[in-house]
């Protein structure tokens, strides 16, 4: 036997439902507001065979992994989640270490061809006179932004810029061109001691 109560609500909530529906408007494909602070510098501290200006909104850590050598450095921003990694060699004047090195870093760049759309190589000279290799790659990779530069006889430095995010790289686009700037920065002031 039916119990009338429960049909008779069923029938009410199904009435009411039915009635006129909301005006409803799809609203567009949007993306995640990212405020960015104004770039300002800071002279990198501590007693390492270079020096640089690095973004104030930026935390110097020595790198801990387990390959680190020492003035190995991550340069990092926890608003963004993004990471610069420093790594530097002593090449001793030893031509077969240095061309590893740069063999090293071109291998290293290319791991990403699997992922990337394009890389851009660019040479440019700093305003303290060094050669610097600046490579930039489009498509969905891990490294968006990287570069290396040396003296060719006893320094060997390379960036290389990482976030912590699976955010997708169109919509990380101004914070990688902020971190780009602030790699820039580093670069046009970097000087070998």
């Given at each position: 036997?039916?119990?009338?109560?429960?049909?008779?609500?069923a029938?009410?909530?199904?009435?009411?439902?039915?009635?006129?529906?909301?005006?409803?408007?799809p609203?567009?494909?949007g993306?995640?507001?990212?405020?960015?602070?104004?770039?300002?510098?800071q002279?990198?501290?501590?007693?390492?065979?270079?020096?640089?200006?690095?973004?104030?909104?930026?935390?110097?850590?020595?790198?801990?992994?387990?390959?680190?050598?020492p003035?190995?450095l991550?340069?990092?921003?926890?608003?963004?989640?993004?990471?610069?990694?420093?790594?530097?060699m002593?090449?001793?004047?030893?031509?077969?270490?240095?061309n590893?090195?740069?063999?090293?870093?071109?291998?290293?760049?290319?791991?990403?061809?699997?992922?990337?759309?394009?890389i851009?190589?660019?040479?440019?000279?700093?305003?303290?006179?060094?050669?610097?290799?600046?490579?930039?790659?489009?498509?969905?990779?891990?490294?968006?932004?990287?570069?290396?530069?040396?003296?060719?006889?006893?320094?060997?430095?390379?960036?290389?810029?990482?976030?912590?995010?699976?955010?997708?790289?169109?919509?990380?686009?101004?914070?990688?061109?902020?971190?780009?700037?602030?790699?820039?920065q580093?670069?046009?002031?970097?000087?070998?001691?």
């Amino acid at each position: 036997m039916l119990k009338p109560l429960p049909a008779c609500t069923a029938l009410l909530a199904l009435l009411t439902s039915c009635s006129s529906a909301p005006d409803f408007t799809p609203k567009p494909k949007g993306y995640n507001r990212i405020d960015l602070p104004a770039h300002r510098y800071q002279a990198l501290g501590g007693n390492h065979p270079y020096t640089f200006e690095y973004s104030q909104e930026a935390v110097v850590r020595p790198d801990s992994s387990y390959l680190a050598k020492p003035h190995w450095l991550n340069i990092y921003y926890p608003r963004l989640h993004a990471n610069v990694q420093i790594t530097y060699m002593d090449v001793q004047r030893d031509r077969k270490l240095y061309n590893k090195m740069m063999e090293d870093a071109r291998k290293l760049t290319g791991k990403h061809q699997i992922k990337a759309t394009a890389i851009d190589e660019q040479i440019m000279r700093t305003p303290a006179g060094l050669r610097a290799s600046v490579f930039e790659l489009q498509g969905e990779v891990p490294s968006q932004f990287q570069f290396y530069t040396t003296d060719s006889t006893k320094h060997f430095l390379r960036g290389a810029l990482y976030f912590r995010t699976a955010t997708a790289n169109d919509s990380l686009a101004p914070v990688i061109e902020y971190v780009k700037a602030d790699m820039i920065q580093m670069l046009n002031t970097l000087k070998y001691k």
